[in-house]
């Protein structure tokens, strides 16, 4: 793989149901971020992690867990999905600091 | 608190020249990101500025005035695959970006 890949790249989910959502980067990055893109609103920030073995909430995490086992794999985990959680959502990866953040391609979902 | 700010939407012409306007208000600042969006894929980065004056590359070119809060991005000789979503995202004290929510530029032939 080259760059940053997510899983699956739609879902539809019943309300309630567990999901994890994964995304992978091989450009050996430190910094990882999870994003969710609604109509009319900026991307905003659910978690990020700086390195390996660190996680950080964003602006919306509530409902959302990660984790960072490793530098490659940053999973975003919905323990219980509810509807206002169907969004569009990127996995991205820097090198942190001022330096540019790489997409993955993205994952629709839709809570039903 | 912490606002972008950016039109919703543009019109232009092919072969023209458009300007996107942003303006940022953000804790702390450590410079200012253009991304571009065609509708259905992911962001991809296009310029970042971080002293004030203008950045060229190209068809592309970035303007940052930190006194102001203030940035705009200009698309010369436009071209219909210009047509997406430019968005605009500040970077603040912590590093993290905040992001506007987008204009989108339509492309008339």
């Known amino acids: 793989i080259a760059g940053i890949t997510q899983a699956p790249t739609s879902q539809i989910l019943a309300a309630g149901r567990r999901m994890t959502l994964r995304c992978t980067q091989d450009?050996?990055?430190?910094?990882m971020y999870w994003y969710r893109q609604d109509l009319g609103l900026g991307l905003r920030l659910i978690h990020y992690?700086?390195?390996?073995?660190?996680?950080g909430k964003g602006e919306v995490p509530d409902g959302y867990s990660v984790s960072r086992a490793n530098t490659d794999d940053f999973p975003l985990t919905l323990a219980s999905a509810v509807p206002s959680q169907t969004s569009v959502y990127f996995c991205?990866?820097?090198?942190?600091?001022?330096?540019?953040?790489?997409f993955g391609p993205g994952t629709r979902l839709t809570v039903l | 608190g912490q606002n972008i700010d950016q039109p919703t939407e543009m019109t232009a012409t092919e072969g023209a020249i458009v300007q996107i306007n942003c303006t940022y208000q953000?804790?702390?600042?450590?410079?200012l990101f253009w991304y571009q969006q065609h509708a259905g894929e992911a962001p991809t980065f296009l310029s970042y500025?971080?002293l004030d004056g203008l950045e060229e590359k190209g068809r592309f070119s970035s303007f940052l005035s930190r006194s102001k809060g203030y940035s705009y991005l200009l698309l010369k000789e436009l071209q219909m695959k210009d047509s997406a979503s430019y968005l605009c995202?500040?970077?603040?004290?912590?590093?993290?970006?905040?992001w506007g929510a987008g204009t989108k530029l339509i492309i008339k032939p």
């Open positions: 991205a990866s820097s090198d942190g600091g001022n330096n540019e953040q790489f």
């Open positions: 450009m050996r990055h430190n910094a």
């Open positions: 992690s700086n390195t390996a073995g660190t996680t």
């Open positions: 953000t804790s702390g600042f450590n410079g």
């Open positions: 500025n971080v």
């Open positions: 995202a500040s970077l603040d004290s912590n590093y993290q970006l905040i």
